[in-house]
C-alpha cells in the first residue's frame, strides 16, 4: 500500500471545480513528479496532502495520518516543503529548527547535530544566527528544505524543491532527493519543470482540469533525464495537456508579436 494514497480527492472554491477525482498512490522508494499546467489543480491537491485544507469528497493519507483529522500528527512525522514557504522572518534559521524539532517531539543535542549537518550540507552555516528576513529566497528555501528533513521523515511533500537555489545546491539537492527515496522513503514533488522531473523522479503523474491524466515509470533514477517508456516526458506531457481542450493554457498564437 502506499506511503501517500488519494482516492477521489475533489475540491471545489465556489463554482471553480479545482480537484475532481483525483487519484495515485506514492510508494515508499520512489520520486513522484506531479506535473501540470497552470492552474491544473496541484496546489489544491498538495494542500489536502498537507491539511491546509479540507476535501468535499475523496480520501487523501500520508504515512496512514489522515491530514484534515491528524494536522500535527501529519507534520510531526511527514517533511513539508510548502508553496512559496519561507521561514518565519523574526527567527533565525537555528531558532527556526529547534523550534520544528520541539513540535516533532526530538531531542535537543539530536537537533543541534542536525542543524550542523543540513546548514553545512546545504551551505547556510554562516548564516544559523542571522534573521530571516536578512537572508536573500535561495537562503530561506534551503531553511525550508532544512526544516522538512530535519527528522529523517518516511514521506516529504515538496514544492518546486528547486525553487531559488544555485545551480550547485540544485544539483546536490536532486542527487539528495533520488538517494533519499532510495533509501526506502516516499518523496512527492509538485514542479513546472519538466527537464528535472525527467531527472530525478521514477514515476510521474500528469495533471490537467482536476485529474490525473496519466501516471509513467520512468526508465532511470538520475539518468540522462528524457526516457520514458514511450518517448520523452515532454512528449508524454503534451500529448495529454492540449491547449485546445485543457483550461487555462494558452494560446501562443496569442501572444506572437
Ligand atoms: N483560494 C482559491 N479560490 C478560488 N479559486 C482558487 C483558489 N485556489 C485555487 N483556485 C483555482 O483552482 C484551480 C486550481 O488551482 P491550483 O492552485 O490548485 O493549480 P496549480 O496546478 O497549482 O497551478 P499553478 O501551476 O499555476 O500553481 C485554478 O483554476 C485556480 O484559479
Not at 506531479?34 to 491539511?51: E, S
Not at 531558532?95 to 537537533?111: H, I, N
Not at 554562516?126 to 514521506?155: C, N, W, Y
Not at 512528449?235 to 494560446?251: A, I, W
Request: hydrophobic share 35%.
Amino acid at each position: 500500500m502506499g506511503a501517500i494514497r488519494v482516492a477521489g480527492l475533489t475540491k471545489s472554491y465556489g463554482d471553480v471545480q479545482a480537484v475532481d477525482g483525483m487519484t495515485f498512490e506514492v510508494d515508499r522508494g520512489d520520486v513522484f513528479g506531479f506535473l501540470g499546467p497552470n492552474g491544473a489543480g496541484k496546489t489544491t491537491t498538495l494542500r489536502a496532502l498537507t491539511g491546509q485544507l479540507r476535501p468535499d469528497a475523496g480520501d487523501v493519507r500520508v504515512l496512514d495520518c489522515d491530514p484534515v483529522a491528524e494536522p500535527i500528527e501529519t507534520r510531526r512525522r511527514v517533511g513539508i516543503v510548502p508553496e512559496r514557504g519561507s521561514p518565519p522572518s523574526f527567527l533565525t534559521p537555528r531558532e527556526y529548527l529547534e523550534f520544528v524539532g520541539d513540535v516533532r517531539d526530538l531531542e535537543s543535542d539530536y537537533v543541534r547535530e542536525r542543524t550542523e549537518l543540513w546548514s553545512d550540507r546545504l551551505g547556510f552555516c554562516g548564516k544559523l544566527d542571522t534573521l530571516h528576513t536578512d537572508l536573500s529566497r535561495g537562503q530561506q528555501q534551503k531553511v525550508m528544505i532544512a526544516q522538512a528533513f530535519l527528522h529523517e521523515p518516511d514521506a516529504v511533500l515538496i514544492d518546486e524543491p528547486l525553487a531559488n537555489l544555485d545551480p550547485l545546491v540544485q544539483e546536490q539537492v536532486k542527487r539528495f532527493l533520488v538517494a533519499y527515496a532510495a533509501d526506502d522513503n516516499a518523496v512527492f514533488v509538485s514542479t513546472h519543470n519538466i527537464d528535472v522531473a525527467a531527472e530525478i523522479c521514477t514515476r510521474v503523474g500528469i495533471v490537467a482540469d482536476g485529474r490525473l491524466v496519466t501516471e509513467r515509470t520512468l526508465e532511470d533514477g538520475l539518468g540522462d533525464g528524457d526516457g520514458t517508456e514511450e518517448g520523452s516526458l515532454l512528449e508524454v506531457f503534451l500529448e495529454h495537456v492540449d491547449p485546445t481542450e485543457t483550461r487555462d493554457v494558452p494560446s501562443l498564437e496569442r501572444v506572437a508579436p
